[in-house]
Every structure is written in structure tokens, then in C-alpha cells.
């Protein structure tokens, strides 16, 4: 990599942002770790005093955004359309001009290159975040995603992301910023989840109270690994010890990706797992998901930007496993328990490391799981908190904001 990055400090102080009005575009507003982190952001620029506008092609998260204060602007943001992105430039520039935007914060690639010309039609401050996937190639995509590098400055979820970036893009170092992604730790502490919704979870799932629940909660698409994670649960309950009874519950839709999913059933039936394996749909109470599990596994075949589930995951006290590669490095605790271990690294793709890395959890003892959990709070409510990534995000607001100041004076 170009350079060696790490997360940005946190602020000494609360960040101002009285008299400010920033703007986030971002393509819809329904599921995703983009969405929440805006519903996130949005909230804390209130809080500071500033005015949150976040411009989408709409979703669930709308009536939550207007209820928080923020004013929601619906576009056609979405569309990868030249046409329509080159029209949305336009009214993305009237919005600038109307509510005073001081700071056009674009989170994905189409809605990017509108803010960007809108930004340089009106002088307003255009900055990005960097959530995807930084590809090397070909060149048409590297300079597609360059337009999230042309701000005053580009926001990465992880060092692993921020390395990338630099490598690929030769943005300077100094431009771009590491803001780890955060979750709610309070609203996953176990101890906050009513019993009798953890009960009803796994009545829901076809599971008994004593199974060992291993869940792996992701989309049903071929880069989470979920083929891998099947076929490495095969002969896993030979190996385990005789009184646990496991089950693997998969959280996620499949999108429409049908020949993918009539693959993974295909894998359970061919390893004879029908009873050992449940594909629960899309999950929208994770607290709860997490409260009736056990562990969690995150088993993607290539390297994750960051992964938001993990720190869920450990912020709900639950032992994980996850792909050894990119961000899943940074937000894992590995080696012994009694030094801060949270969970265990794999090899993506690799069904036998895999393999040994469920007879390795299935095997630990209860306590020692029980102590990796609470090793993984503390991880997550140390550096993986919203506040955290919202406090960042807003020193990023603040120093564009004052770099911006100190060239016009000059």
C-alpha cells in the first residue's frame, strides 16, 4: 500500500457547526450500512447546531430523517443515466444556492459526479465518503470511481480502504481521512434485549432453547461466502461435543439472486443438512437476531471494506469468525482470550479453514466463548461506536470548512 493509515483522533471538544448546513446524497434510503451511517450523521450535525439536508430517491429512512429535523429532498440520485446525473448536477445546484450548503457530502459513485459539478458550478465544499470497493481495474471503473477522490477531502472506513485509495487513486495522504464505521452499542447490549423477544426469535427460526445458534447475517450473494459456510458445516457436528446440537440460521434476502439461492439449498441437501440449517429472510430487529445466537460468522470470499455486521457482532458480546482479509483485520481481536481475543480469522474461500475454524469455536470452552464476548464489547464500545464515527465526521465538516476559510483569505 502507498501509505500506512489510521482512524482519524477524536475531537477534544464538541464540534460547532452553528450557522453550517451540509448536504448528503446518497442513492436511496432504505437498508444498508451508507443509509444508517447518513440517519447517523444527519442527527449529530442537528445536535451541533448545523442544518442535516440529505438528498435521495427515497426509502424507509425518510419519515426517521424528518423526524429527527433533517430535510429530506427527493431526486432521481440513483440513476446511472448520464442524462439524469447531468440533470441532477442542476438541481443539486439550485438546492446549494437555495439552503446556503456550505459542504456537499456525496456517499456513492452516481450521485458523486452530480455533487461534484454541482459543487464546482456554485464554489460550495465537495467531499465523499469511500464505502464500496476500491478496484484496481479496469481503467473505465478506476476513473468512474475517481470522482469520490476529487473532493476536499475523501473519507475511508477503514486503513485497509484508506491504503487502497492512495494506492490506486495517488490521492495524498492528507486528504484522505479513516472514520471507522460505528454502531449503537447500548441498543445491541444483551442485557437491553427482552427475553421473551429472544424466545420468539428462536421459536421463529425452528431452533430449541439449547441449540448452539451460529448465525451468519448478510445478503445472499456469492461474495458473503455463504456456499463456503455450508460446505464447511458439513461433518461439524461429528466433531463437536456430543451434547451440542448446532444450527446455522441465515439472515438475509437473496435480492432476487434465485440461482444462487437454489444453490446454497442444493449444498444443504446434498450434505444432508436440512436440519441443521435455516434461511430466516431479511432481519430488520438485529438486536434481537443477535441476542438469540450464539456466534457469528462473516465468511466473504473477497475483502470486506470494513463490515459493519462484525462489530455489531461483538458489541452484542457474541464470539465471531470472519474472513481473514481487509477491513475484517482491523475490527477483530485475535489470539488469546485472556488478552483481548474477540474471534477468529479464516481464509476466504477456503472451506477447510473454515471447517476448523467451527470446530475450533464449537469446541471452546463455554467461559472462555463467554470471555471472548465480552472481550468484543469492550472492542466495540472502545473504537466502533456511532458516536465515534459521528464525532470524526463532523472534525472532517469542521477542517474542510476552515481549509476552505484560510484559501479564501489568502
Known amino acids: 500500500m502507498a501509505a500506512d493509515f489510521t482512524a482519524m483522533a477524536l475531537p477534544q471538544k464538541p464540534i460547532d457547526l452553528t450557522g453550517r448546513t451540509i448536504l448528503q446524497v446518497i442513492p436511496e434510503l432504505d437498508i444498508g450500512g451508507a443509509e444508517a451511517t447518513t440517519v447517523e450523521v444527519s442527527e449529530a450535525i442537528i445536535a451541533a447546531g448545523g442544518n442535516a439536508l440529505v438528498a435521495s430517491q427515497g426509502g424507509r429512512l425518510v419519515e426517521k430523517l424528518t423526524a429527527l429535523g433533517a430535510r429530506t429532498l427527493i431526486l432521481p440520485v440513483a440513476s446511472k443515466n448520464p442524462v439524469i446525473m447531468w440533470r441532477n448536477r442542476g438541481r443539486l445546484a439550485q438546492i446549494i444556492v437555495r439552503y446556503g450548503v456550505d459542504i456537499i457530502h456525496a456517499r456513492s459513485r452516481a450521485p458523486a459526479w452530480s455533487s461534484y459539478f454541482a459543487a464546482r458550478r456554485t464554489g460550495c465544499i465537495y467531499m465523499s465518503t469511500y464505502h464500496g470497493t476500491v478496484h484496481k481495474a479496469p481503467a473505465s471503473k478506476v476513473f468512474y470511481n ?95 461435543p456430543k451434547a451440542m446440537s448446532i444450527k446455522l440460521v441465515f439472515v438475509g434476502s437473496a435480492q432476487g439472486r434465485e440461482e444462487y439461492f437454489a444453490r446454497l439449498t442444493d449444498l444443504v441437501a446434498r450434505h444432508d443438512l436440512q436440519d441443521q440449517v435455516v434461511f430466516a429472510g431479511l432481519e430488520h430487529e438485529m438486536a434481537i437476531a443477535y441476542a438469540a445466537s450464539d456466534a457469528v460468522v462473516a465468511p466473504s470470499t473477497r475483502a470486506e471494506p470494513f463490515g459493519r455486521g462484525v462489530i455489531e457482532a461483538q458489541a452484542a458480546s457474541l464470539p465471531v469468525i470472519a474472513s481473514d482479509a481487509g477491513g475484517f483485520r482491523e475490527t477483530i481481536t485475535t489470539g488469546s482470550p485472556t488478552e483481548g481475543a474477540s474471534g477468529w480469522l479464516a481464509a476466504p474461500g477456503d472451506v477447510a479453514a473454515w471447517h476448523q475454524a467451527l470446530v475450533t469455536l464449537v469446541n471452546t470452552d463455554g467461559a472462555v466463548r463467554q470471555q471472548m464476548g465480552e472481550n468484543g464489547r469492550a472492542n466495540a464500545s472502545t473504537y466502533f461506536t456511532e458516536q465515534a464515527l459521528c464525532a470524526r465526521t463532523l472534525s472532517v465538516y469542521q477542517q474542510v470548512i476552515a481549509q476552505q476559510q484560510t484559501a479564501s483569505r489568502r
Open 146 to 240: 475517481s470522482v469520490l477522490t476529487r473532493g476536499a477531502a475523501v473519507i475511508a472506513n477503514s486503513s485497509y480502504t484508506g491504503g487502497l485509495i492512495a494506492e490506486v487513486h495517488g490521492l495524498a495522504a492528507e486528504k484522505i481521512k479513516v472514520v471507522p464505521r460505528g454502531c449503537d452499542v447500548d441498543l445491541l447490549a444483551r442485557d437491553n434485549v427482552d427475553a421473551a423477544l429472544v424466545i420468539a426469535k428462536r421459536a421463529q427460526w425452528g431452533v430449541g432453547a439449547d441449540d448452539f445458534v451460529v448465525i451468519c447475517p448478510a445478503r445472499l450473494t456469492e461474495i458473503k461466502g455463504q456456499d463456503i459456510l455450508i460446505q464447511a458445516f458439513a461433518g461439524l457436528a461429528e466433531k463437536a
